[in-house]
């Protein structure tokens, strides 16, 4: 069953997702050549911990940190580690949090520094999606709508979309029903009501889909060594228009600087 979230419980995921955002405006300080993916997870940790909420993902699965911080051809999941970011690398930072009993989920897909213009596309187009993915997730469409306008608009590119990792429900656990692919056909899948909340998280690849992970158990890379982007984004499905719970405006604003 897809729970249905009432008024109140969607300002509770309201609160918990905004945190997320604010999370990644404030390592989004701190991305830059040099720094390790490490101290960003420590960043992180300290700002989660300092709004009174506990790290989501720390845990979850027995996953050791606060954050994946995925680079270049990894796709999600990367542990932090040591690994110095350099000038041309991207890095999809993920991050959940959970408060009140609520938990909040989202991820952006940064720069560091200079990249190519090959790679700016990509995180342009693959961000794009999730906004056509967005538009979808109102009372009527179905999970299979919102794949598709994912899937149609990236593969039109000539990018390939990630299978096996997709994205999900998200209430009083960080993954609930429903599951939320970025591929599909239109007009399949579980139907959207007014109150259902989900998580919208294209992972997109410049080349081939297919992926592995990695020796460390957790790290997904793609096949090709290609580079792949990630962005993800809570929604309160509703009628006419989806009500964004998360926002990338804070990371933005700090980009800008
Ligand atoms: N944002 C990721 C997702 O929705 C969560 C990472 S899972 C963890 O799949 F195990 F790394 F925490
Ligand atoms: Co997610």
Same mark, same amino acid.
């Given at each position: ?19 997320? #955002? ?12 040099? @720094?390790? *993916?490490?101290?960003?997870? !420590? !960043? ?5 911990? &300092?709004?009174?909420? @506990? ?6 699965? /027995? ?11 990894? @796709? ?11 000038? =041309?690398?991207?890095?999809?930072? &993920?991050? /959940? ?8 989920? #989202? ?5 560091? =520094? ?20 967005? $538009? ?6 179905? *999970? ?27 209430? *009083? ?10 591929? /599909?056909?239109?007009?399949? =899948? ?18 081939? !889909? ?8 957790? *790290? ?11 962005? $993800?984004? %809570?929604? %309160?499905?509703?009628?006419? !228009? ?6 990338? $405006?804070?990371? $933005? ?5």
């Amino acid at each position: 069953m897809i729970p249905i979230r009432s008024a109140e419980e969607i300002e509770l995921l309201r609160v918990s997702n905004l945190l997320v #955002s604010k999370t990644l405006a404030e390592v989004a300080k701190w991305i830059r050549p040099g @720094v390790t *993916t490490l101290e960003l997870d !420590k !960043k992180a940790e300290e700002f989660i911990r &300092d709004h009174g909420a @506990v790290p989501a993902f720390l845990g979850y699965n /027995g996953y050791p940190n606060t954050l994946c911080t995925s680079v270049n051809s990894a @796709v999600v999941h990367g542990i932090p580690s040591k690994y110095e970011l350099k000038e =041309g690398d991207i890095v999809s930072i &993920d991050c /959940g949090v959970l408060l009140n009993n609520y938990y909040g989920d #989202s991820a952006y897909t940064f720069m560091v =520094g200079e990249v190519t213009d090959a790679v700016k596309k990509l995180l342009q187009v693959t961000k794009e999606s999730l906004f056509k993915g967005i $538009e979808q997730a109102v009372e009527g469409k179905r *999970t299979g709508d919102i794949g598709y306008a994912i899937q149609s608009y990236c593969e039109s590119h000539g990018y390939s979309v990630v299978r096996e990792m997709i994205g999900h429900g998200i209430g *009083t656990k960080l993954h609930e029903p429903p599951e939320v692919p970025n591929y /599909g056909r239109r007009g399949n =899948g579980p139907l959207l009501k007014k109150g259902m909340v989900i998580c919208i998280e294209p992972m997109i690849n410049m080349g081939e !889909k297919n992926i592995y992970i990695e020796s460390d158990g957790w *790290t997904v890379k793609t096949r090709d060594n290609k580079p792949s982007a990630h962005f $993800e984004l %809570a929604v %309160a499905v509703d009628k006419g !228009k989806a009500d964004l719970l998360s926002t990338f $405006e804070y990371i $933005e604003e700090v980009l800008k600087k």
